[in-house]
């Protein structure tokens, strides 16, 4: 299948630290790709760097044929890439529907076209609709991330998701809620760069895998493999 | 004390209070989306100020002095643009803008000196007798454009795209990006549109209370105190503040003159002990 991002020895340095020594791989088209790893290995940084917050030491990043490495967030997003952070970080004065809509109008959606496609969230996440007036800071944390799950999946231009811990500090209906709509992306061939922690997740979408240590990628490999390693699961999910 | 002359005052502190929603709602929206304190912003003030005099007093003509003054808007996206964006480093942009304000206050002293220069528009020059009440037709002129300009700017922040992004970047400048925004693109424009409103807002002044070099640096601590008492970055509160800053200032200027400076002062002590986020801010962080 076609590759559509290429990481080739990725370094990142803030400050004194070195955050990413070097990490390199590939994904192709309709990929789940869970990235794994203790507080510190440098998750988060990657996806960071990836959607264009943190600009990398050294090393390239090339989104379908096109090197995207120094690239402003806004062109990245307008190339089909959207990010989910682990913090929401949602327009918290917004409505629920000014969120989406504010999403929608900044790739250049017309707002009849925008609308449309907030019809086609809320018949992913009913909840939203009935919750569209309230402002985002009087949701609760689960409706919270489903916002921000919703906000960044609601593209129409959608290819690569980067999602940071989606479904952490969920209750099992709204787990059970993120994972449908994932898989609804895996069904329309979104690539997907998942930071999880929940080994929930990597059995209902399975996929490749890589566990990031001290910057580095020190195991790439099926959730499969990694599910069935023992080691790997006590180390990193505490589970013999 | 007479009812009359109360309801004189709340008319005066209402055209005030318009006059300071111009100049805080740029100072207020910039400070939101792009955490700078625009210590330029009351110089550019003065500037439009000037401006609008020097064509408003040659032509006779008040729409060309607005024209005039709306020109700031130019002179503010000179100076986002080529000062401010090069180094986006909140140290730096404080140093820069209280550079300017230094600089443009003292280019005015240079080409207008201390004298005040009063112009006022042919046929807004005296009272309007409402029943009881006697108005200053010219402020009642400043209340009519007031919430003309006001409406516009409110409808360009809350129903365009335009002040989607705005608001939603007060909220989160960073992640707005990712969905595709130029935010810098969007500083841009908000510096300018602020720049505009600054710089009529001071033209609108110059019949009631005259233009001097200072006028606009005056002003802007009124500026400071609005975003404080509405919350930084809050179109709404901004809008109710600039109302209560006006309607104080001149109760106390009409009542207790004495006190017209301090009580704006006060005010914004009681709000920082109540609710130091501002009556509709939110902690910034």
């Given amino acids: ?240 | 004390m007479s009812i009359e002359i109360l309801l004189s005052a709340i008319v005066d502190g209402i055209a005030l209070g318009f006059v300071l929603l111009m100049l805080s709602l740029g100072f207020s929206v910039i400070f939101g989306l792009m955490r700078i304190a625009n210590f330029a912003h009351g110089s550019l003030f003065t500037l439009g100020a000037y401006l609008g005099f020097e064509v408003a007093s040659r032509t006779g003509n008040i729409v060309y002095g607005l024209l005039a003054a709306s020109s700031i808007g130019l002179i503010g996206l000179v100076i986002e643009r080529f000062l401010l964006k090069p180094k986006r480093d909140p140290m730096m942009q404080v140093i820069i803008t209280a550079g300017l304000m230094m600089l443009l206050d003292r280019l005015a002293w240079l080409r207008w000196g201390d004298v005040p220069y009063i112009w006022i528009p042919k046929g807004l020059e005296g009272v309007v007798r409402y029943g009881p009440i006697i108005m200053h037709s010219y402020r009642l002129f400043i209340i009519v454009v007031g919430i003309f300009i006001s409406i516009v700017t409110y409808y360009l922040f809350t129903k365009t795209r335009y002040g989607l992004f705005v608001r939603a970047g007060i909220d989160d400048r960073e992640m707005i990006q990712v969905f595709g925004v130029n935010i810098e693109k969007i500083f841009t424009i908000t510096f300018a549109i602020g720049s505009i409103l600054a710089g009529v807002a001071g033209f609108l002044l110059v019949p009631w209370q005259g233009v001097y070099p200072l006028i606009g640096t005056n002003y802007l601590l009124y500026a400071f105190a609005i975003v404080i008492i509405g919350g930084m970055g809050s179109i709404e509160g901004t809008i109710i503040s600039s109302m209560l800053v006006g309607i104080i200032q001149q109760l106390c200027a009409y009542y207790v003159p004495y006190l017209s400076e301090v009580s704006i002062g006060i005010a914004m002590f009681l709000v920082l002990i109540m609710k130091p986020e501002g009556l509709l801010g939110k902690v910034i962080e």
């Fill in chain 1, 1 to 240: 299948m076609l590759v559509v991002l290429v990481i080739s020895d990725l370094k990142v340095h803030i400050g004194p630290l070195y955050i990413l020594q070097g990490v390199s791989f590939k994904l192709r088209k309709g990929e789940t790709f869970f990235l794994i790893g203790r507080n510190g290995a440098g998750k988060s940084t990657l996806l960071k760097t990836l959607v264009g917050f943190i600009k990398p030491s050294s090393g390239s990043i090339v989104f379908e044929g096109k090197d995207i490495t120094y690239q402003p967030p806004y062109v990245r997003a307008r190339l089909g890439i959207r990010y989910v952070p682990d913090n929401k970080r949602l327009f918290a004065s917004l409505s629920v529907e000014d969120n989406l809509l504010a999403s929608l109008l900044a790739e250049g959606l017309s707002r009849s076209k925008a609308m449309d496609r907030i019809e086609y969230v809320y018949s992913l996440f009913p909840d939203l609709k009935r919750l569209r007036k309230l402002k985002a800071s009087q949701l609760s944390g689960g409706q919270q991330q489903m916002l921000n799950l919703a906000r960044a999946i609601a593209s129409p231009s959608l290819k690569l998701l980067l999602a940071d811990e989606p479904v952490e500090g969920l209750s099992p209906i709204f787990v059970s809620k993120i994972l449908e709509a994932f898989s609804k992306l895996v069904e329309e061939g979104v690539t997907m760069v998942i930071v999880e922690t929940m080994p929930v997740i990597m059995k209902k979408l399975s996929g490749r895998c890589a566990i990031l240590n001290a910057g580095r990628i020190v195991f790439e490999g099926s959730t499969e493999d990694l599910l069935k390693n023992e080691i790997i699961m006590k180390t990193y999910f505490g589970l013999a």
